[in-house]
């Protein structure tokens, strides 16, 4: 019979062992709660690192190394930034020929006298 108990688990799409404990059961806000208590508790005692501006500089050129490795993420993002810029010069075009077009028609009829 215990063997039947253990198909009914799996037949319901999660594996064993993976249900959430403990913290990471608790819901987003909670868990949020908790953690600004432990960093408010950290700055009080002291202990709570503080990243200055060079720090913080080195770190964010760090990250950006890092994302400037995988060359396909780099493409994508080049490409997508092309296709808005492009789509944008589009518009753009479009815009001129619609007002361009309505200055010709308002000539034709006469409505550009003074």
Request: proline fraction near 1%.
């Given at each position: 019979?215990?063997?039947?108990?253990?198909?009914?688990?799996?037949?319901?799409?999660?594996?064993?062992?993976?249900?959430?404990?403990?913290?990471?059961?608790?819901?987003?806000?909670?868990?949020?709660?908790?953690?600004?208590?432990?960093?408010?508790?950290?700055?009080?005692k002291g202990t709570a690192h503080e990243f200055d501006s060079?720090?913080?500089?080195?770190?964010?050129?760090?990250?950006?190394?890092?994302?400037?490795?995988?060359r396909e993420h780099m493409a994508a993002i080049g490409r997508?930034?092309?296709?808005?810029?492009?789509?944008?010069?589009?518009?753009?075009?479009?815009?001129?020929?619609?007002?361009?077009?309505?200055?010709?028609?308002?000539?034709?009829?006469?409505?550009?006298?003074?």
């Open positions: 019979m215990a063997s039947n108990t253990s198909n009914a688990n799996n037949s319901q799409g999660k594996p064993k062992g993976t249900a959430k404990r403990g913290f990471a059961a608790m819901d987003e806000a909670t868990q949020r709660a908790i953690a600004s208590k432990g960093g408010q508790a950290a700055h009080q060079e720090e913080a500089r080195r770190a964010g050129q760090k990250g950006g190394e890092a994302v400037s490795r995988d997508k930034g092309g296709e808005s810029r492009q789509s944008a010069a589009r518009a753009n075009a479009e815009k001129n020929r619609a007002a361009a077009s309505a200055g010709s028609e308002q000539s034709s009829k006469g409505g550009n006298k003074q």
